[in-house]
C-alpha cells in the first residue's frame, strides 16, 4: 500500500513540477527572445525651426511627417517620430527645451535642425555653435545618436559669415562624432517651385526631397 501511495503521490506531483519547469525556462528564455527580436528602440526626436515645422504648407506634407509614414510602414522595426519643431526657433530656445524632451520621449535617435533663425538675427556663429554643442552632449548623455542638419544663409551675409556657421556644423560632426548633413536645403534652396514666396521657407512640393537629403544619414541611425 504504501508503494502504491508513493507512486499516486509522484503522479499527481507532475503536472506542478512540470509547471514549475515551464515557468524556470520560461524565464531564462526571455531575455534571448528579446535579443532575437533586437533591442527597444525609442522614437526619433525631431528638434527644429520653421523647416521642420510645416511653416506655411498643409499639415501632414512636411519631411517629418513623411518621415513619420517612412518609418510606421517598416516591416523589420517600426519607429515613432515626435516631432517638437517649432516656426521661430533659435537655438538657445531649443536648448532650453532640450532636457524635458529627452526625459519626456527617451528617443533613440536626436535630429537637430536649428540655426537658421540665429543667423539671420545676426548671432555670432561661436554662440550657435555653443547651443548646438550644448544639445548634442546632451542628447548623447541621454543615450540618443545625434544627427545636425546643416543650414546656410543668403549671399548678402557674406562669405566670411557664411564660411563660419558652415564650419560649426562640420566641427561639430567631426569632434563629436556624429551623422552631418552639410547643407539640409540643397537642391530646394533657390529652386522655382520648391521655395515659397519669402524665399526662406520650402514649398510643400520640397518636402520629399528633403527627406532623402537627410535620408541616407538618417537611416544607419535607426
Known amino acids: 500500500m504504501r508503494m502504491i501511495e508513493a507512486w499516486r503521490g509522484m503522479v499527481a506531483g507532475r503536472p506542478r513540477r512540470l509547471a514549475c519547469w ?29 523647416l521642420s515645422a510645416e511653416h506655411n504648407i498643409p499639415a501632414g506634407s512636411g519631411w517629418v511627417s513623411l518621415l513619420g509614414r517612412r518609418l510606421a510602414a517598416r516591416d523589420d522595426r517600426p519607429r515613432e517620430v515626435v516631432n517638437a519643431s517649432i516656426s521661430g526657433e533659435t537655438t538657445a530656445g531649443a536648448l532650453v527645451r532640450l532636457p524635458a524632451l529627452l526625459a519626456k520621449h527617451r528617443p533613440s535617435v536626436v535630429v537637430v535642425e536649428l540655426g537658421g533663425n540665429d543667423a539671420l538675427r545676426g548671432l555670432a556663429p561661436a554662440q550657435v555653435r555653443g547651443n548646438l554643442e550644448k544639445m548634442v552632449v546632451l542628447a548623447g548623455d541621454a543615450g540618443a545618436k545625434v544627427l545636425l542638419l546643416g543650414i546656410d544663409v543668403p549671399p548678402n551675409y557674406g562669405p566670411a559669415y557664411r564660411q563660419r556657421l558652415r564650419q560649426v556644423y562640420a566641427d561639430l560632426a567631426r569632434q563629436h562624432g556624429v551623422a552631418l548633413v552639410p547643407f539640409f536645403l540643397e537642391g530646394v534652396a533657390l529652386q522655382p517651385g520648391l521655395m515659397q514666396s519669402d524665399g526662406l521657407h520650402p514649398t510643400a512640393a520640397a518636402q520629399p526631397r528633403l527627406l532623402e537629403n537627410a535620408w541616407p544619414l538618417l537611416e544607419p541611425l535607426l
Do not use: E, I, K, W
Not at 23 to 34: D, E, G, K, M, R
Open 22 to 50: 515551464l515557468l524556470l525556462a520560461a524565464s531564462l528564455l526571455a531575455p534571448v527572445l528579446a535579443c532575437a527580436r533586437g533591442p527597444a528602440t525609442g522614437p526619433v526626436l525631431v528638434v527644429g525651426d520653421s
